[in-house]
T-cell receptor, first 113, second 114 residues
Framework: EAGVTQSPTHLIKTRGQQATLRCSPISGHTSVYWYQQALGLGLQFLLW???????NRGNFPPRFSGRQFPNYSSELNVNALELEDSALYLC????????????FGSGTQLSVL | GENVEQHPSTLSVQEGDSAVIKCTYSDSASNYFPWYKQELGKRPQLIID?????GEKKDQRIAVTLNKTAKHFSLHITETQPEDSAVYFCAASWLTGGGNKLTFGTGTQLKVEL
């Protein structure tokens, strides 16, 4: 069974640009979560999507947004990039019937120069 | 909101010794407590989890204990091996009918020395 896949693996942008990160959940999983892992910090909850809807968001500014597509894949968009947005962005998915089990992807390393 | 504190930030043990990592949480409504292991450059992987209606859970060399009254939970690794070296994260959440928004600790770098 294929795991959660994320693309790209690495992304380099400059301040003020926009970044788009993509996530494909495990087949059959309907929920997608996004987390930010900055250096030296734990994982910070960003967004949760389920059945195409945004269900919850963490304490991040509105320039962090995303969407979930009918096939349950998801995009995370970060507008007006700032230096402190540099981090590893992790996507996780969970099945509807075992919603406590989160399975993570390998992440996208975003560097803002 | 929930706040999870994790200690120690680094832990070094000799191969074969036991390792203990401790976490405290603030929200008494939290009812799910997973532990994730993240090796360098790899994805976090769920290694064990516990619900609030259980005080202890064991899976081979790893175990988790939960004290709801004190709002703390711990990860115990026995007979440590070099491959146990990684960053370990605890987390807490209040499982609702729909989702699982985890609040993570800041991680413990475990090093198992030969």
């Amino acid at each position: 069974e294929a795991g959660v896949t994320q693309s790209p693996t690495h992304l380099i942008k400059t301040r003020g640009q926009q970044a788009t990160l993509r996530c494909s959940p495990i087949s059959g999983h309907t929920s997608v979560y996004w987390y930010q892992q900055a250096l030296g910090l734990g994982l910070q909850f960003l967004l949760w999507y389920d059945e195409g809807e945004e269900r919850n968001r963490g304490n991040f500014p509105p320039r962090f947004s995303g969407r979930q597509f009918p096939n349950y894949s998801s995009e995370l968009n970060v507008n007006a990039l700032e230096l402190e947005d540099s981090a590893l962005y992790l996507c996780a998915s969970s099945p509807q019937d075992l919603n406590e089990k989160l399975f993570f992807g390998s992440g996208t390393q975003l560097s803002v120069l | 909101g929930e706040n999870v504190e994790q200690h120690p930030s680094t832990l070094s043990v000799q191969e074969g010794d036991s390792a203990v990592i401790k976490c405290t949480y603030s929200d008494s409504a939290s009812n799910y407590f997973p532990w994730y292991k993240q090796e360098l450059g790899k994805r976090p992987q769920l290694i064990i989890d516990i619900r609030s209606n259980v005080g202890e859970k064991k899976d081979q060399r790893i175990a988790v204990t939960l004290n709801k009254t004190a709002k703390h939970f711990s990860l115990h690794i026995t007979e440590t091996q070099p491959e146990d070296s990684a960053v370990y994260f605890c987390a807490a959440s209040w499982l609702t009918g729909g989702g699982n928004k985890l609040t993570f600790g800041t991680g413990t770098q475990l090093k198992v020395e030969l």
